[in-house]
Protein backbone atom coordinates (compact mmCIF):
# COMPACT_ATOMS: atom_id res chain seq x y z
CA UNK A 1 0.00 0.00 0.00
CA UNK A 2 2.79 2.39 0.72
CA UNK A 3 3.52 2.98 -3.35
CA UNK A 4 -0.29 3.17 -3.91
CA UNK A 5 -0.11 6.14 -1.14
CA UNK A 6 2.75 7.57 -2.79
CA UNK A 7 0.78 7.52 -6.51
CA UNK A 8 -1.96 8.95 -4.75
CA UNK A 9 -0.15 11.93 -3.14
CA UNK A 10 0.89 13.04 -6.06
CA UNK A 11 -2.57 13.52 -7.29
CA UNK A 12 -3.38 14.67 -4.72
CA UNK A 13 -0.50 17.79 -4.46
CA UNK A 14 -1.83 18.44 -8.07
CA UNK A 15 -5.12 18.19 -6.94
CA UNK A 16 -4.56 21.16 -4.06
CA UNK A 17 -2.86 23.22 -6.48
CA UNK A 18 -6.08 23.14 -8.89
CA UNK A 19 -8.14 24.11 -5.78
CA UNK A 20 -5.73 27.30 -4.80
CA UNK A 21 -6.21 28.24 -8.91
CA UNK A 22 -9.69 27.89 -8.70
CA UNK A 23 -10.13 29.82 -5.82
CA UNK A 24 -8.52 32.69 -7.27
CA UNK A 25 -11.05 32.60 -10.29
CA UNK A 26 -13.70 32.31 -8.42
CA UNK A 27 -13.26 34.94 -6.17
CA UNK A 28 -11.09 37.18 -8.28
CA UNK A 29 -11.95 36.32 -11.98
CA UNK A 30 -8.14 35.63 -12.53
CA UNK A 31 -7.23 32.61 -14.35
CA UNK A 32 -3.73 31.86 -13.61
CA UNK A 33 -3.11 28.43 -15.19
CA UNK A 34 -6.12 25.87 -14.80
CA UNK A 35 -5.94 24.34 -18.05
CA UNK A 36 -2.37 23.76 -17.62
CA UNK A 37 -2.95 22.66 -13.69
CA UNK A 38 -6.14 20.77 -15.28
CA UNK A 39 -3.60 18.64 -17.71
CA UNK A 40 -1.03 17.76 -14.50
CA UNK A 41 -3.77 15.96 -12.65
CA UNK A 42 -4.75 14.00 -15.40
CA UNK A 43 -1.20 13.42 -17.00
CA UNK A 44 -0.60 11.28 -13.50
CA UNK A 45 -3.83 9.69 -14.02
CA UNK A 46 -2.98 8.87 -17.46
CA UNK A 47 0.48 7.11 -16.01
CA UNK A 48 -0.06 3.17 -17.13
CA UNK A 49 2.96 2.27 -14.66
CA UNK A 50 1.14 3.63 -11.82
CA UNK A 51 -2.34 2.14 -13.17
CA UNK A 52 -0.86 -1.33 -13.17
CA UNK A 53 0.57 -1.25 -10.02
CA UNK A 54 -2.49 -0.30 -9.05
CA UNK A 55 -4.52 -2.85 -10.63
CA UNK A 56 -2.29 -5.43 -8.98
CA UNK A 57 -2.79 -4.35 -5.84
CA UNK A 58 -6.14 -4.49 -6.05
CA UNK A 59 -5.95 -8.00 -7.22
CA UNK A 60 -4.33 -9.12 -4.36
CA UNK A 61 -5.03 -7.06 -1.33
CA UNK A 62 -7.07 -9.00 1.72
CA UNK A 63 -7.18 -6.19 4.06
CA UNK A 64 -10.75 -5.21 3.60
CA UNK A 65 -10.38 -1.38 4.47
CA UNK A 66 -6.93 -1.20 2.03
CA UNK A 67 -9.51 -2.66 -0.82
CA UNK A 68 -11.21 0.09 -0.22
CA UNK A 69 -8.69 2.20 -0.64
CA UNK A 70 -7.68 0.64 -3.75
CA UNK A 71 -11.25 0.80 -5.14
CA UNK A 72 -11.33 4.21 -4.43
CA UNK A 73 -8.23 4.81 -6.47
CA UNK A 74 -8.75 2.21 -9.27
CA UNK A 75 -12.00 4.59 -9.94
CA UNK A 76 -9.98 7.85 -9.74
CA UNK A 77 -7.70 5.89 -12.73
CA UNK A 78 -10.02 3.85 -14.40
CA UNK A 79 -11.30 6.31 -17.08
CA UNK A 80 -8.34 7.93 -18.26
CA UNK A 81 -7.29 4.27 -19.23
CA UNK A 82 -10.50 3.26 -21.44
CA UNK A 83 -9.28 4.78 -24.69
CA UNK A 84 -7.64 8.09 -25.97
CA UNK A 85 -10.96 9.32 -27.45
CA UNK A 86 -12.33 9.68 -23.85
CA UNK A 87 -9.48 11.53 -22.76
CA UNK A 88 -9.92 14.11 -25.54
CA UNK A 89 -13.56 14.60 -24.85
CA UNK A 90 -12.85 14.95 -20.88
CA UNK A 91 -9.93 17.29 -21.68
CA UNK A 92 -12.68 19.56 -24.12
CA UNK A 93 -15.30 19.00 -20.90
CA UNK A 94 -12.98 20.41 -18.59
CA UNK A 95 -12.02 23.73 -20.65
CA UNK A 96 -15.96 24.55 -21.53
CA UNK A 97 -16.97 24.35 -17.98
CA UNK A 98 -13.62 26.30 -17.32
CA UNK A 99 -14.84 28.82 -20.13
CA UNK A 100 -18.48 29.44 -18.94
CA UNK A 101 -18.47 29.08 -15.33
CA UNK A 102 -15.81 32.52 -15.89
CA UNK A 103 -18.54 33.67 -17.85
CA UNK A 104 -21.37 32.80 -14.97
CA UNK A 105 -18.96 34.37 -12.09
CA UNK A 106 -19.01 37.77 -13.51
CA UNK A 107 -22.15 38.02 -15.51
CA UNK A 108 -24.04 40.73 -13.10
CA UNK A 109 -28.02 41.34 -13.96
CA UNK A 110 -30.09 44.64 -14.98
CA UNK A 111 -33.06 45.51 -13.51
CA UNK A 112 -35.16 48.92 -14.43
CA UNK A 113 -31.79 50.13 -15.48
CA UNK A 114 -29.74 49.30 -12.84
CA UNK A 115 -26.70 47.19 -12.59
CA UNK A 116 -27.74 44.42 -10.19
CA UNK A 117 -26.34 41.60 -8.10
CA UNK A 118 -27.92 38.28 -7.38
CA UNK A 119 -28.18 39.21 -3.56
CA UNK A 120 -30.05 42.91 -4.48
CA UNK A 121 -33.09 41.16 -6.76
CA UNK A 122 -33.27 38.68 -4.07
CA UNK A 123 -33.87 41.54 -1.69
CA UNK A 124 -36.77 42.52 -4.05
CA UNK A 125 -38.36 39.64 -4.27
CA UNK A 126 -38.26 39.09 -0.35
CA UNK A 127 -38.94 42.79 0.82
CA UNK A 128 -40.85 44.62 -2.55
CA UNK A 129 -45.31 44.47 -1.49
CA UNK A 130 -45.36 45.24 -5.03
CA UNK A 131 -45.98 41.77 -7.04
CA UNK A 132 -44.58 42.94 -10.37
CA UNK A 133 -41.45 44.37 -9.46
CA UNK A 134 -41.54 40.93 -7.42
CA UNK A 135 -41.50 38.99 -10.93
CA UNK A 136 -39.73 41.01 -12.60
CA UNK A 137 -36.84 40.69 -10.04
CA UNK A 138 -37.55 36.75 -10.69
CA UNK A 139 -37.40 37.08 -14.28
CA UNK A 140 -34.31 39.39 -14.34
CA UNK A 141 -32.64 36.09 -13.67
CA UNK A 142 -33.12 34.80 -17.04
CA UNK A 143 -31.48 37.57 -18.36
CA UNK A 144 -28.22 35.10 -18.42
CA UNK A 145 -29.92 32.31 -20.70
CA UNK A 146 -28.69 33.42 -23.52
CA UNK A 147 -25.16 33.92 -22.97
CA UNK A 148 -24.71 30.82 -21.81
CA UNK A 149 -26.68 29.25 -24.89
CA UNK A 150 -24.17 31.34 -27.26
CA UNK A 151 -21.49 30.28 -25.37
CA UNK A 152 -21.17 26.35 -25.56
CA UNK A 153 -23.61 25.28 -23.03
CA UNK A 154 -25.42 23.06 -25.17
CA UNK A 155 -21.95 22.02 -26.78
CA UNK A 156 -21.08 21.15 -22.90
CA UNK A 157 -24.04 18.35 -22.96
CA UNK A 158 -23.01 16.92 -26.06
CA UNK A 159 -19.82 16.50 -24.81
CA UNK A 160 -20.74 15.11 -22.07
CA UNK A 161 -23.63 12.73 -23.67
CA UNK A 162 -20.53 11.66 -26.03
CA UNK A 163 -18.52 11.13 -23.27
CA UNK A 164 -20.88 8.72 -21.15
CA UNK A 165 -21.61 6.69 -24.89
CA UNK A 166 -17.98 6.32 -25.46
CA UNK A 167 -17.47 5.11 -22.00
CA UNK A 168 -20.17 2.37 -22.03
CA UNK A 169 -23.16 4.16 -19.78
CA UNK A 170 -26.80 4.19 -20.48
CA UNK A 171 -26.85 8.00 -20.39
CA UNK A 172 -24.75 10.62 -18.43
CA UNK A 173 -26.84 10.10 -15.19
CA UNK A 174 -25.88 6.86 -15.22
CA UNK A 175 -22.46 7.26 -15.29
CA UNK A 176 -22.45 10.27 -13.07
CA UNK A 177 -24.14 7.72 -10.29
CA UNK A 178 -21.58 5.05 -10.93
CA UNK A 179 -18.90 7.58 -10.59
CA UNK A 180 -20.54 8.23 -7.21
CA UNK A 181 -21.17 4.84 -5.88
CA UNK A 182 -24.85 5.24 -5.93
CA UNK A 183 -27.54 2.95 -7.67
CA UNK A 184 -28.28 3.22 -11.22
CA UNK A 185 -32.00 2.64 -10.08
CA UNK A 186 -31.75 5.77 -7.25
CA UNK A 187 -34.44 7.60 -8.55
CA UNK A 188 -36.84 5.52 -9.67
CA UNK A 189 -39.50 5.89 -6.86
CA UNK A 190 -39.37 9.35 -6.74
CA UNK A 191 -41.36 10.71 -8.59
CA UNK A 192 -44.35 7.84 -7.55
CA UNK A 193 -43.41 9.19 -4.04
CA UNK A 194 -43.79 12.94 -5.03
CA UNK A 195 -47.03 12.64 -6.68
CA UNK A 196 -48.62 10.63 -3.53
CA UNK A 197 -47.72 13.67 -1.60
CA UNK A 198 -48.89 16.73 -4.06
CA UNK A 199 -52.24 16.87 -2.91
CA UNK A 200 -51.29 17.33 1.13
CA UNK A 201 -48.28 19.72 -0.57
CA UNK A 202 -50.56 22.12 -2.82
CA UNK A 203 -53.23 22.08 0.32
CA UNK A 204 -51.01 23.64 2.55
CA UNK A 205 -48.79 25.82 -0.16
CA UNK A 206 -52.90 27.18 -1.09
CA UNK A 207 -53.21 28.31 2.65
CA UNK A 208 -49.83 30.13 2.74
CA UNK A 209 -51.09 31.94 -0.49
CA UNK A 210 -54.39 32.49 0.72
CA UNK A 211 -53.26 34.11 4.00
CA UNK A 212 -50.34 36.41 2.88
CA UNK A 213 -51.02 37.20 -1.23
CA UNK A 214 -54.91 36.61 -0.86
CA UNK A 215 -54.23 34.60 -3.94
CA UNK A 216 -54.66 30.49 -4.58
CA UNK A 217 -51.25 29.66 -6.00
CA UNK A 218 -47.87 30.97 -4.74
CA UNK A 219 -45.65 31.66 -7.45
CA UNK A 220 -41.68 31.69 -7.81
CA UNK A 221 -40.93 35.08 -7.24
CA UNK A 222 -43.10 35.11 -4.01
CA UNK A 223 -41.54 32.36 -2.07
CA UNK A 224 -38.73 34.32 -0.51
CA UNK A 225 -41.71 36.89 -0.11
CA UNK A 226 -43.73 34.67 2.08
CA UNK A 227 -40.76 33.68 4.11
CA UNK A 228 -40.06 36.98 5.06
CA UNK A 229 -43.95 37.52 5.79
CA UNK A 230 -43.85 34.35 8.15
CA UNK A 231 -40.31 35.31 9.93
CA UNK A 232 -40.09 39.13 9.28
CA UNK A 233 -36.98 38.66 11.45
CA UNK A 234 -35.08 37.02 8.74
CA UNK A 235 -34.49 40.03 7.18
CA UNK A 236 -33.22 42.54 10.29
CA UNK A 237 -30.50 44.40 9.82
CA UNK A 238 -27.62 42.29 11.61
CA UNK A 239 -23.86 43.88 12.15
CA UNK A 240 -22.09 41.27 10.38
CA UNK A 241 -18.31 42.41 11.99
CA UNK A 242 -18.81 39.39 14.34
CA UNK A 243 -19.66 36.48 12.06
CA UNK A 244 -17.14 34.55 12.65
CA UNK A 245 -17.63 34.87 16.71
CA UNK A 246 -21.59 34.31 16.27
CA UNK A 247 -20.25 31.22 14.24
CA UNK A 248 -18.06 29.47 16.49
CA UNK A 249 -20.27 29.90 19.68
CA UNK A 250 -22.96 27.73 17.46
CA UNK A 251 -20.24 25.02 16.81
CA UNK A 252 -18.39 25.34 20.01
CA UNK A 253 -22.10 24.05 21.37
CA UNK A 254 -21.32 20.53 19.55
CA UNK A 255 -17.72 20.47 20.64
CA UNK A 256 -16.32 21.91 17.49
CA UNK A 257 -14.16 25.00 18.12
CA UNK A 258 -13.47 26.49 14.52
CA UNK A 259 -10.92 28.67 15.92
CA UNK A 260 -8.33 25.78 15.70
CA UNK A 261 -9.26 25.05 12.17
CA UNK A 262 -7.54 27.08 9.16
CA UNK A 263 -10.57 28.31 7.67
CA UNK A 264 -10.32 31.56 5.24
CA UNK A 265 -13.72 33.55 4.69
CA UNK A 266 -14.33 35.54 1.88
CA UNK A 267 -18.30 37.09 2.45
CA UNK A 268 -19.01 40.83 0.78
CA UNK A 269 -19.97 40.94 -3.02
CA UNK A 270 -17.54 42.74 -5.10
CA UNK A 271 -16.83 42.79 -8.87
CA UNK A 272 -15.91 39.29 -10.80
CA UNK A 273 -16.45 37.35 -7.88
CA UNK A 274 -18.99 33.94 -8.25
CA UNK A 275 -22.30 35.30 -6.61
CA UNK A 276 -22.94 31.54 -5.15
CA UNK A 277 -21.48 30.40 -1.58
CA UNK A 278 -19.07 27.89 -1.94
CA UNK A 279 -16.56 26.06 0.24
CA UNK A 280 -13.52 25.15 -0.62
CA UNK A 281 -12.08 22.39 0.30
CA UNK A 282 -8.48 22.84 -0.65
CA UNK A 283 -6.20 20.31 1.44
CA UNK A 284 -8.75 18.03 4.37
CA UNK A 285 -8.56 19.28 7.38
CA UNK A 286 -5.95 21.73 6.46
CA UNK A 287 -7.40 24.15 4.39
CA UNK A 288 -10.64 25.12 3.87
CA UNK A 289 -11.98 28.05 2.39
CA UNK A 290 -15.38 29.70 2.02
CA UNK A 291 -16.53 32.30 -0.36
CA UNK A 292 -20.06 33.94 0.35
CA UNK A 293 -22.03 36.60 -0.56
CA UNK A 294 -23.42 38.85 2.60
CA UNK A 295 -24.23 42.40 3.26
CA UNK A 296 -26.23 42.60 6.52
CA UNK A 297 -29.50 40.69 6.79
CA UNK A 298 -29.59 37.71 9.21
CA UNK A 299 -31.21 34.96 6.82
CA UNK A 300 -28.01 35.89 5.14
CA UNK A 301 -26.19 33.72 8.12
CA UNK A 302 -27.30 30.50 6.46
CA UNK A 303 -24.81 30.38 3.36
CA UNK A 304 -21.97 31.03 6.44
CA UNK A 305 -23.35 28.32 8.71
CA UNK A 306 -23.92 25.91 5.66
CA UNK A 307 -20.11 26.74 4.41
CA UNK A 308 -18.73 26.17 7.99
CA UNK A 309 -20.71 22.79 8.23
CA UNK A 310 -18.71 21.80 5.10
CA UNK A 311 -15.40 23.56 6.74
CA UNK A 312 -15.72 21.48 9.98
CA UNK A 313 -16.43 18.43 8.12
CA UNK A 314 -13.22 18.35 6.61
CA UNK A 315 -11.45 19.53 9.34
CA UNK A 316 -12.56 16.33 11.54
CA UNK A 317 -11.06 13.88 8.68
CA UNK A 318 -7.97 12.35 9.39
CA UNK A 319 -5.71 13.93 7.22
CA UNK A 320 -3.77 11.25 6.55
CA UNK A 321 -5.87 9.20 5.37
CA UNK A 322 -5.58 11.07 2.01
CA UNK A 323 -7.50 7.99 -0.39
CA UNK A 324 -10.07 7.11 2.31
CA UNK A 325 -11.23 11.21 2.18
CA UNK A 326 -12.01 10.69 -1.41
CA UNK A 327 -14.36 8.18 -0.42
CA UNK A 328 -16.95 10.43 1.56
CA UNK A 329 -20.35 10.64 -0.47
CA UNK A 330 -21.40 14.13 -1.60
CA UNK A 331 -24.67 13.84 -0.06
CA UNK A 332 -22.83 13.34 3.43
CA UNK A 333 -20.79 16.31 2.65
CA UNK A 334 -24.25 18.33 2.01
CA UNK A 335 -26.56 16.81 4.54
CA UNK A 336 -23.87 17.81 7.38
CA UNK A 337 -23.87 21.09 6.08
CA UNK A 338 -27.79 21.34 5.76
CA UNK A 339 -27.63 20.52 8.76
CA UNK A 340 -26.12 23.56 10.51
CA UNK A 341 -27.28 25.66 8.13
CA UNK A 342 -31.06 24.78 9.57
CA UNK A 343 -29.86 25.91 13.51
CA UNK A 344 -30.29 29.32 12.16
CA UNK A 345 -33.49 29.49 13.22
CA UNK A 346 -32.55 28.00 16.43
CA UNK A 347 -32.87 29.89 19.50
CA UNK A 348 -29.07 28.70 20.30
CA UNK A 349 -28.02 30.55 17.07
CA UNK A 350 -30.86 33.43 16.77
CA UNK A 351 -30.91 34.23 20.35
CA UNK A 352 -27.85 36.07 20.01
CA UNK A 353 -29.70 38.47 17.82
CA UNK A 354 -33.08 38.49 18.95
CA UNK A 355 -33.18 37.63 22.72
CA UNK A 356 -35.34 40.11 23.65
CA UNK A 357 -37.84 39.97 20.08
CA UNK A 358 -41.33 38.45 21.14
CA UNK A 359 -42.48 35.66 18.64
CA UNK A 360 -38.71 34.95 17.37
CA UNK A 361 -39.80 31.18 18.28
CA UNK A 362 -43.06 31.22 16.91
CA UNK A 363 -42.09 33.07 13.44
CA UNK A 364 -39.03 30.16 13.02
CA UNK A 365 -41.24 27.32 13.85
CA UNK A 366 -43.80 28.41 11.23
CA UNK A 367 -41.09 29.10 8.89
CA UNK A 368 -39.74 25.48 9.12
CA UNK A 369 -43.43 24.53 8.76
CA UNK A 370 -43.57 25.98 5.57
CA UNK A 371 -40.73 25.37 4.13
CA UNK A 372 -41.37 21.27 5.07
CA UNK A 373 -44.14 22.14 3.10
CA UNK A 374 -42.27 22.76 0.29
CA UNK A 375 -38.96 20.11 0.19
CA UNK A 376 -40.43 17.99 -1.94
CA UNK A 377 -40.81 20.44 -4.73
CA UNK A 378 -36.85 20.48 -4.89
CA UNK A 379 -37.07 16.70 -6.98
CA UNK A 380 -38.18 19.40 -10.43
CA UNK A 381 -34.95 21.25 -10.20
CA UNK A 382 -33.08 17.79 -10.37
CA UNK A 383 -34.90 15.92 -12.80
CA UNK A 384 -34.40 19.56 -14.91
CA UNK A 385 -30.79 18.82 -14.47
CA UNK A 386 -31.60 15.06 -15.64
CA UNK A 387 -33.71 16.66 -18.66
CA UNK A 388 -30.64 17.55 -20.40
CA UNK A 389 -29.30 14.34 -21.05
CA UNK A 390 -32.01 12.34 -21.80
CA UNK A 391 -33.17 14.83 -24.39
CA UNK A 392 -32.36 16.11 -27.32
CA UNK A 393 -31.76 20.49 -27.39
CA UNK A 394 -30.27 22.25 -29.99
CA UNK A 395 -31.37 25.91 -28.42
CA UNK A 396 -33.15 27.86 -26.07
CA UNK A 397 -36.42 27.34 -27.10
CA UNK A 398 -35.33 23.67 -26.98
CA UNK A 399 -34.13 24.19 -23.27
CA UNK A 400 -37.46 25.93 -22.05
CA UNK A 401 -40.01 23.66 -23.83
CA UNK A 402 -37.65 20.64 -21.72
CA UNK A 403 -38.04 22.84 -18.62
CA UNK A 404 -42.20 23.69 -19.19
CA UNK A 405 -42.47 19.51 -19.82
CA UNK A 406 -40.49 18.97 -16.75
CA UNK A 407 -42.13 21.42 -14.58
CA UNK A 408 -45.57 19.62 -15.77
CA UNK A 409 -44.75 16.41 -15.38
CA UNK A 410 -42.64 16.74 -11.76
CA UNK A 411 -44.89 18.89 -10.22
CA UNK A 412 -47.99 18.76 -12.69
CA UNK A 413 -48.26 22.66 -12.51
CA UNK A 414 -49.24 24.95 -15.65
CA UNK A 415 -46.21 27.05 -17.04
CA UNK A 416 -45.90 30.69 -15.18
CA UNK A 417 -44.02 32.33 -18.36
CA UNK A 418 -42.42 31.90 -21.40
CA UNK A 419 -38.99 32.39 -20.59
CA UNK A 420 -38.18 31.13 -17.27
CA UNK A 421 -34.40 31.61 -15.40
CA UNK A 422 -32.49 28.32 -15.61
CA UNK A 423 -29.01 28.73 -16.68
CA UNK A 424 -27.87 31.36 -13.50
CA UNK A 425 -28.09 28.17 -11.52
CA UNK A 426 -24.28 27.36 -11.96
CA UNK A 427 -24.72 23.46 -10.72
CA UNK A 428 -25.52 22.51 -14.34
CA UNK A 429 -22.19 23.78 -15.93
CA UNK A 430 -20.19 23.02 -13.38
CA UNK A 431 -21.72 20.08 -10.76
CA UNK A 432 -24.20 18.20 -13.49
CA UNK A 433 -26.19 15.75 -11.97
CA UNK A 434 -24.86 16.98 -8.37
CA UNK A 435 -28.22 18.73 -6.90
CA UNK A 436 -29.59 15.26 -5.43
CA UNK A 437 -27.18 15.75 -2.85
CA UNK A 438 -28.81 18.78 -1.12
CA UNK A 439 -31.59 17.50 -1.07
CA UNK A 440 -30.72 13.73 0.08
CA UNK A 441 -28.37 15.20 2.43
CA UNK A 442 -31.40 16.62 3.79
CA UNK A 443 -33.23 13.39 4.13
CA UNK A 444 -30.35 12.12 5.62
CA UNK A 445 -30.23 14.59 8.53
CA UNK A 446 -34.19 14.24 9.55
CA UNK A 447 -32.95 10.45 9.27
CA UNK A 448 -29.98 11.27 12.03
CA UNK A 449 -32.23 13.54 13.75
CA UNK A 450 -34.51 10.49 14.20
CA UNK A 451 -32.18 7.85 15.09
CA UNK A 452 -30.17 9.78 17.50
CA UNK A 453 -33.37 10.93 19.33
CA UNK A 454 -34.55 7.40 19.65
CA UNK A 455 -31.34 6.16 20.80
CA UNK A 456 -30.63 9.80 23.35
CA UNK A 457 -34.37 9.94 24.69
CA UNK A 458 -33.81 13.76 24.11
CA UNK A 459 -33.12 16.45 20.93
CA UNK A 460 -30.18 17.32 19.50
CA UNK A 461 -30.01 20.52 20.85
CA UNK A 462 -30.81 19.33 24.32
CA UNK A 463 -27.64 17.63 23.99
CA UNK A 464 -25.85 19.14 21.02
CA UNK A 465 -22.12 17.84 22.46
CA UNK A 466 -23.55 14.20 22.60
CA UNK A 467 -24.91 14.98 19.40
CA UNK A 468 -21.33 16.29 18.03
CA UNK A 469 -19.89 12.98 19.80
CA UNK A 470 -22.52 11.06 17.33
CA UNK A 471 -22.05 12.81 14.12
CA UNK A 472 -18.30 12.38 14.77
CA UNK A 473 -18.40 8.97 15.58
CA UNK A 474 -21.39 7.46 13.33
CA UNK A 475 -21.30 9.52 10.92
CA UNK A 476 -18.03 11.62 9.80
CA UNK A 477 -15.40 8.94 10.89
CA UNK A 478 -16.80 6.23 8.95
CA UNK A 479 -17.82 8.07 6.10
CA UNK A 480 -14.84 7.23 3.51
CA UNK A 481 -14.85 3.75 4.37
CA UNK A 482 -18.60 2.86 3.08
CA UNK A 483 -20.39 4.27 0.32
CA UNK A 484 -23.73 5.80 0.74
CA UNK A 485 -26.33 3.31 1.30
CA UNK A 486 -24.34 1.17 3.29
CA UNK A 487 -23.61 3.93 5.95
CA UNK A 488 -27.06 4.80 5.51
CA UNK A 489 -28.10 1.49 6.70
CA UNK A 490 -25.47 0.88 9.45
CA UNK A 491 -26.80 3.96 10.78
CA UNK A 492 -30.64 3.68 10.14
CA UNK A 493 -30.98 -0.11 9.68
CA UNK A 494 -33.37 0.75 7.11
CA UNK A 495 -33.24 1.72 2.75
CA UNK A 496 -32.92 5.31 2.00
CA UNK A 497 -36.73 6.82 1.38
CA UNK A 498 -37.77 9.90 0.96
CA UNK A 499 -40.36 8.96 3.80
CA UNK A 500 -37.81 10.04 6.60
CA UNK A 501 -38.86 14.19 5.30
CA UNK A 502 -42.28 12.99 6.00
CA UNK A 503 -42.46 11.83 9.48
Known amino acids: ?291 ANVKNKFHEYGVLLHETGHAVHSFLLDPEELIMNTGVSGIISEGIANLFQGFLYSPQFSGSFFSGSEGAAEQFSKLKEYRKTNSLRAISRIFFDHSFYLNEASSLDDVYQLYWRNHKEVLQEEPYGEEPPWAFTIHYTTHPIYLHNYFMGDVTCEMLKQVFEKKHGTGLLEEPEAFGSFLLNEVIRPSGSLKFGDLFRKISGEEFSLTFMQS
Open 1 to 291: MEKIEEIYREVHDAQTQYGRLLWTQYTGGYDFGLKDQYQKITSLLKNEKSYELVREALETEKDPLNKRKLQLVDNLFKPYHLSQSLNELDEEIQGKVSDLSKLLNQFRYTFQGKEVSSVELGQVMSRDENKNRRREAFFAKNQINQPMIDAGFLDLISLRKSYAKEYGSANYIAHQLEMNELDENLFSNWLPELHQSLPAMDKARGGFAEQFLHEDRIMPWDEQYIDAKIAPLLNQEVDMSNYFGNINKLFSLFGFDISGYNITYDIFPRKNKSEWGYNFPIETAKDSRIL
